[in-house]
């Protein structure tokens, strides 16, 4: 069966430091990969998506996220943490065109001023 | 401006009682879902549905049951049956047209307690 872990389900990161949050994948082929953010009490935002071509995917709010085969990852990075960055964030995998998406548990971001 | 709206926001239940969860979106999607979030469990798929008239069920769907009349409208009803359902729950929505890749909108949530 196909599954999604997230490395941390707590990451803290001084405010203006890389963000890091891992996202490894099982899946024999090449899915489609997607990350979320989640504010408190609100519903999933969309940041990025990779589903074919450039395997370095930007998003929204500075947020890009790199799809390694090799490695099955597609760990999420920003350059430099804001406070406003403070939320949970989702990894999620389609593997093919007709599955459903499977979320992985989320990681929390905090930011530290 | 097109989008989710679920309501209401926060809904409490009684033990033994039905309650129904209103979804609604304007964005013209096929496909209809709903999830259960509890914390550090992520997102549960309750049911599903991609098109009028027809429903899946996800991973839990005991307890709950679904309608889908109207391409804009997805009710999920938390039945009796449910023994636990204090939980957030979100509604989302997706294009299943080409290309087949596209990604889930989400709604805000309702947030059920049971009292």
């Known amino acids: 069966a196909q599954s999604v872990t997230q490395l941390g389900s707590h990451v803290s990161v001084s405010e203006g430091a890389l963000v890091l949050l891992r996202c490894n994948y099982s899946s024999s082929v090449p899915p489609y990969l997607f990350w979320y953010v989640q504010y408190p009490n609100q519903g999933l935002q969309l940041l990025l998506k990779y589903t074919t071509g450039a395997t370095l995917v930007k998003g929204i709010n500075g947020f890009e996220a790199e799809f390694k085969k090799s490695e099955t990852s597609f760990h999420l990075t920003k350059p430099s943490a804001h406070m406003s960055d403070a939320a949970e964030y989702f990894c999620?995998?389609?593997?093919?065109?007709?599955?459903?998406?499977?979320f992985g548990p989320g990681t929390s971001l905090s930011v530290i001023p | 401006d097109g989008g989710i709206t679920q309501s209401p926001k926060y809904l409490f239940r009684k033990e033994g009682q039905n309650v129904t969860l209103s979804c609604e979106q304007n964005l013209n999607h096929d496909a209809m879902y709903w999830y259960r979030q509890d914390p550090g469990q992520g997102l549960r798929l309750i049911y599903y549905?991609?098109?009028?008239?027809?429903?899946q069920k996800g991973d839990i769907a005991e307890g709950y049951s679904v309608s889908r009349e109207k391409k804009e409208s997805f009710p999920l009803t938390v039945t009796s049956a449910q023994k636990n359902p204090t939980a957030f729950y979100l509604c989302?929505?997706?294009?299943?047209?080409?290309?087949?890749?596209?990604?889930?909108?989400f709604g805000p949530g309702t947030r059920l307690t049971v009292l």
């Open positions: 999620a995998v389609k593997k093919t065109s007709y599955d459903k998406v499977i």
């Open positions: 989302a929505s997706s294009i299943e047209r080409e290309p087949l890749y596209n990604e889930q909108f």
């Open positions: 549905s991609q098109i009028v008239n027809d429903f």
